[in-house]
T-cell receptor, first 110, second 113 residues
């Protein structure tokens, strides 16, 4: 069974701090996506990474795909209360199946 | 304009009933999906349709039947509802059969009593 494990499950930090959340698997993914979901809303796509070692930046968010395409990280610089939400990673395996992690619940304290 | 819309947003019903959730996308995408998000926020894909054709059918009870009357619509019909069916159901669409960009609907919160 393929799993995408996200860590930490919960993270509460002060505004202005930096943080990194992780998405790990023992399986190789052809692509991986990060979503943010706010309460009562559907997930919103943040980024798609497809190349091992790829780094993408979206304002204060930096996404990295592991060299072996088995893991990914999301780094947020100078977190803001607006960054609060559930961050989900999703991977597409070689059989084109989509697998989601359980997410990291991030809470930024003002 | 809403890209992916679902109706209803909330659905409360009793065990044993049959219900449908509708999904429409106006993005011109070829592929549509249904996901189930359980109480622990785990998103699990249920079905995927490409151009009205079923391409992914994960292990879900056959009480769940998707129907795609055209490329822009993917409805989910559930027969003989059970307590364990309570969840939020998300519809999504994307261009092509691969993950390019999946756009999600707002979700339908189904509560079975």
């Amino acid at each position: 069974t393929q799993l995408l494990e996200q860590s930490p499950q919960f993270l509460s930090i002060q505004e202005g701090e930096n943080l990194t959340v992780y998405c790990n698997s023992s399986s190789v993914f052809s692509s991986l996506q990060w979503y943010r979901q706010e309460p009562g809303e559907g997930p919103v796509l943040l980024v798609t990474v497809v190349t091992g070692g790829e780094v993408k930046k979206l304002k204060r968010l930096t996404f990295q795909f592991g060299d072996a395409r088995k893991d990914s990280s999301l780094h947020i610089t100078a977190a803001q209360p607006g960054d609060t939400g559930l961050y989900l990673c999703a991977g597409e395996d070689r059989d084109d199946k989509i697998i989601f992690g359980k997410g990291t619940r991030l809470h930024i304290l003002p | 304009d809403t890209a992916v819309s679902q109706t209803p947003k909330y659905l409360v019903t009793q065990m044993g009933n049959d219900k449908s959730i509708k999904c429409e996308q106006n993005l011109g995408h070829d592929t549509m999906y249904w996901y189930k998000q359980d109480s622990k926020k785990f998103l699990k894909i249920m079905f995927s349709y490409n151009n009205k054709e079923l391409i992914i059918n994960e292990t879900v009870p056959n009480r769940f039947s998707p129907k795609s009357p055209d490329k822009a619509h993917l409805n989910l019909h559930i027969n003989s509802l059970e307590l364990g069916d309570s969840a939020v159901y998300f519809c999504a669409s994307s261009q092509g059969t691969y993950i390019y960009e999946q756009y999600f609907g707002p979700g339908t919160r189904l509560t079975v009593t």
